[in-house]
């Protein structure tokens, strides 16, 4: 038997105040059910959008967006954040790429909004306060 099934048999026997072999497996499957939520890529887009945010830069460009409710050229962005330019262009970039926010290009003109993600976390993040 495996270390960890070994330790898993402790672990019910204390629980359970015996530990059966069908005990055993069924916990086994239960574990193996639930580790299908860790698939890679998952985790890979949740830490990327996550990791946006957690930028103060970034989380106030969310933020503005999703109050926003439409489209805002980069310029009518910049002036309300206090950073550069190009730290504007680099923000916007990363949350695009993570999947809040879309750009259009109009003409000469960038436009941004939030996308439903964004506002849906957000959205969580309020109701948790």
Excluded: F
């Excluded at 015996?18 to 005990?23: G, I, K, Q, S, T």
């Excluded at 969310?62 to 923000?91: G, W, Y």
């Amino acid at each position: 038997m495996s270390e960890t099934a070994d330790r898993l048999r402790r672990y019910l026997e204390d629980e359970l105040g015996e530990c059966r072999n069908e005990d055993l497996q069924e916990r086994l499957a239960e574990l193996d059910d639930l580790e299908t939520v860790l698939h890679e890529d998952v985790i890979s887009e949740d830490v990327q959008t996550l990791s946006a945010l957690g930028n103060e830069t970034r989380y106030r460009l969310v933020r503005l967006l999703v109050e926003a409710d439409d489209e805002l050229c980069v310029c009518e962005i910049t002036p309300l954040v206090a950073v550069s330019d190009s730290a504007v262009s680099h923000a916007l970039s990363a949350l695009v790429d993570a999947g809040l926010v879309t750009k259009r290009k109009d003409g000469r003109w960038r436009k941004y909004r939030a996308t439903t993600r964004a506002s849906t976390l957000l959205t969580v993040l309020d109701g948790s306060r």
